[in-house]
């Protein structure tokens, strides 16, 4: 019986892998078996940082609207507590793209909830 070696089928699969590590450096770009563990951890890493991007700007997001509360002289906190019991259904996201391209109509956000905030 001859001996199969795979040929054709072989190729694709590492043809696949391969094409997946454009632009991937040294030997982690052409050859087969680095290329395959660069190519899997990748995948882990895209997989874990598509999760992390979402806590990273939701930080990023609070962090702003702290700033422009203490601007406004009040603390993140209370600005929030006083956003909920205004029942302003608006998201962190949001409300840190209004606080930086449009400070003053976030300034007159604040000032007309700060009654409702809860006190220090």
């Known amino acids: 019986m001859p001996r199969a070696k795979r040929g054709f089928k072989r190729r694709r699969r590492h043809n ?27 995948f882990v890493y895209a997989y874990r940082d598509r999760r992390a991007k979402k806590r990273d700007f939701r930080q990023l997001w609070i962090a702003r609207l702290s700033a422009a509360a203490n601007d406004n002289n009040m603390s993140y ?9 205004a029942q302003v259904n608006l998201d962190r996201k949001v409300l840190a793209d209004i606080a930086i391209v449009d400070p003053r109509a976030f300034s007159a956000m604040v000032d ?8 220090q």
């Open 16 to 42: 696949k892998v391969l094409k997946r590590a454009e632009g991937f450096v040294l030997g982690r770009k052409n050859k087969f078996k680095r290329t395959a563990e660069a190519v899997d951890r990748a």
């Open 77 to 85: 906190s209370r600005l929030i507590g006083a956003l909920k019991k």
């Open 112 to 119: 007309q909830v700060r009654s409702l905030a809860p006190a």
